[in-house]
C-alpha cells in the first residue's frame, strides 16, 4: 500500500472561492460572515501557493498540491516524499519549491494577533528545521 495519495480539493483553489462567493452573494451579517470565512479562508492559503507556484502544508500531512502523505514521525515527510505535482498542470514536479516561513497565514475572524493556527506552527518548525528560509 502507498504511504501517499492525491486528494482533489486543492486542485482549483480560485474556481472553489468562486463557488463560495456565489453561494454566499452579498454578506449582509456577522454570522453569514463567519460561515464565510471558514468555507474560503484555507482556500485562500491554497490560491496563493498555486499562484506562485510554491508548496506548503494546508492542513497536517497535506500540501497545497493536494499530495496526502500518511501520518509520519517524520516532520519532514512532506517535503522529502518525491511525488509532488505542479498545482496548475497536476503533472509530476521532480523538484518543487517550497515556501519559507508563513507566521500567521491560516486565520480566523476574532483570533488574537498571537494566535497561530496549528498547521503555520507545524509548517515553520519544518523550515527552520530544514533551514529553507
Known sequence: MANWSYV???ENPLETIKAIDKEYGRITSSPVF???WAKV???RVALKDYEEGLHSLIQENT???GLRINKSDNPQAIIESKHHRNHKTLEPEPN???RGLVGRRISMPLMSMDWRHEVDVLWDAVVKDLSLD
Do not use: I, R
Open 63 to 65: 500540501c497545497t498540491c
Open 41 to 43: 479562508s484555507l482556500y
Open 96 to 98: 518543487p519549491k517550497f
Open 34 to 36: 463567519f460561515g464565510y
Open 8 to 10: 482533489k480539493k486543492w
